[in-house]
T-cell receptor, first 113, second 112 residues
Framework: DQQVKQNSPSLSVQEGRISILNCDYT??????FLWYKKYPAEGPTFLIS?????DKNEDGRFTVFLNKSAKHLSLHIVPSQPGDSAVYFC????????????FGTGTRLKVLA | DGGITQSPKYLFRKEGQNVTLSCEQN?????MYWYRQDPGQGLRLIYY???????QKGDIAEGYSVSREKKESFPLTVTSAQKNPTAFYLC???????????FGQGTRLTVV
């Protein structure tokens, strides 16, 4: 049972445009959400996170939005750059529970120059 | 420099042999995790440990074993019981508060 889902395996965006990556979750106990970026044969690197007490968090070109009622979060990258091309994973955690990070299946973003 | 180190980067194993993957962190993190990545399947949790001398099974623990004798170290053994061990293995660590997990660079295990 996939508790964290990324339904788009891939996304292509023109350089300078907005990239929107989506993530859905099913477990209402999740209260902290994270986005990671991953290059092939490397470990994921942390991008941005959001607590369930917020609905938006911004860090430079990256903004994460959380819609708790819809159990949906999204990552916006503006403007997109060729160096953003990577696989993006969303992750969720229930901080009052067993504290294990549950990851989605990833979305491969390709930013076209 | 503080960080999390996995070794080796590449590992080849003959079918039927056990092999141990190393993971060491000097971040003073309480929690450590092992994930497996397969194409199209994201990161799946194998085992995790929230404190020394304690660990829990993740979603795909069959055929794997771990130990957590020291805070800094969380080795993963892939046993001969693991039916499809060829994969990319990732170790991570975190503080037990609202923070991110830090990942190592991974170990690619190939069964030959």
């Amino acid at each position: 049972d996939q508790q964290v889902k990324q339904n788009s395996p891939s996304l292509s965006v023109q350089e300078g445009r907005i990239s929107i990556l989506n993530c859905d979750y099913t477990n209402s106990m999740f209260d902290y959400f994270l986005w990671y970026k991953k290059y092939p044969a490397e470990g994921p690197t942390f991008l941005i996170s959001i607590s369930s007490i917020k609905d938006k968090n911004e860090d430079g070109r990256f903004t994460v939005f959380l819609n708790k009622s819809a159990k949906h979060l999204s990552l916006h990258i503006v403007p997109s750059q060729p160096g953003d091309s990577a696989v993006y994973f969303c992750a969720a955690i229930a901080t009052s529970g067993t504290y294990k990070y549950i990851f989605g299946t990833g979305t491969r973003l390709k930013v076209l120059a | 420099d503080g960080g999390i180190t996995q070794s080796p980067k590449y590992l080849f194993r003959k079918e039927g042999q056990n092999v141990t993957l190393s993971c060491e962190q000097n971040l003073n993190h309480d929690a450590m995790y092992w994930y497996r990545q397969d194409p199209g399947q994201g990161l799946r949790l194998i085992y995790y440990s929230q404190i020394v001398n304690d660990f829990q099974k993740g979603d795909i623990a069959e055929g794997y074993s771990v130990s957590r004798e020291k805070k800094e170290s969380f080795p993963l053994t892939v046993t001969s019981a693991q039916k499809n061990p060829t994969a990319f293995y990732l170790c991570a660590s975190s503080m037990r508060v609202n923070t991110e997990a830090f990942f190592g660079q991974g170990t690619r295990l190939t069964v030959v």
